[in-house]
């Protein structure tokens, strides 16, 4: 009998069985009357392996994916430790392949090719690109930076005129700019910057275009929305197109918000003057399409889209594509 009892309680060791009760299986080796079986019985049930208590397996959530574009400050180049002497992008690179504008300059373009006519179809794109070349100026804080900017209408459609550039304008610059942390009401402020810019045409007179300014400009973000208050200063310089400051106004706005992958970008211009209010509004929208190829929609209304067109409004709409993601 006890050498059934023994067994049975070896038996229970199998990990593959179902666990016993403990206290039920103590108070049956206490109740055997030899002392060796006695001792036999606790010892198999001391052998017996502790079944493993269940452990919870902590889940760890999975991120939701990033969007293609992030709030451009959070990628300004003077807070992402770029390397110094290396070429980035800097304003937005794009290209227009359908551009359409239907308000034309024709009196400019007769200048340049008289008794022809200027297609209100063309190709409109920008390049633009910085350098750094000194990084941390003082106290671990401010970068100098060079950078280029070429904005180009091309009518590429225009076979009659052998299919020329209407207008290129050229956009040096030279700037410092400094991370900052600094709450505003509602908004917290992420870059203060000052700079030099020249812009012209590299035309001859009567469509040469220049001007020279000095400008500051700050950057605040909240979640994802963004904005870049730039005003700025002409300094005197020559005769051509002294009263660009009329129609360009006296600095500029830029909005920014992101929605998913969608980015939509807003810039504002005016002279702040009553009663002869002159200025310009450019919208924006990127959008995907196709694993890095990104979309890209413009439209254009008011005064200096190009420096030959400064004096004169436009009201363009084009399609096209992004080149480089917004900075």
Known sequence: MYDQILLAALLQTDPQTKPVDLAA????????ESATERLRCFDALAARPTPPSPVA???TPTPAPAPDWQVPLERWGFMANRPTLKLTPYKLNYILPASYNDTRNEAAWQELHPGENIDDVEVKFQLSAQVKIWDNIYQGNGDLWLAYSQLSFWQMYNSDSSSPFRETNYEPEAYVAWAM????????GRMLKVGFVHQSNGRSKPL??????????VAAERGNFALQLKPWYRLPEGKDNPDIADYLGYGELD??????NHLFHVLWRNNLDIEGN???????WGFPIHKGLKGYVQYFNGYGESLLDYNVSSNRIGLGFMLTDWL
């Open 278 to 284: 002159r200025g310009a509004i450019q919208l924006d």
């Open 181 to 188: 942390d600094r709450e505003f009401p509602g908004m917290t």
């Open 25 to 32: 299986e103590v108070s049956r080796c206490a109740t055997i």
């Open 255 to 260: 909005l920014y918000y992101t929605r998913g």
């Open 208 to 217: 040469s275009r220049s001007w020279n300014r000095v400008y500051a400009a």
């Open 57 to 59: 397996t902590a889940v």
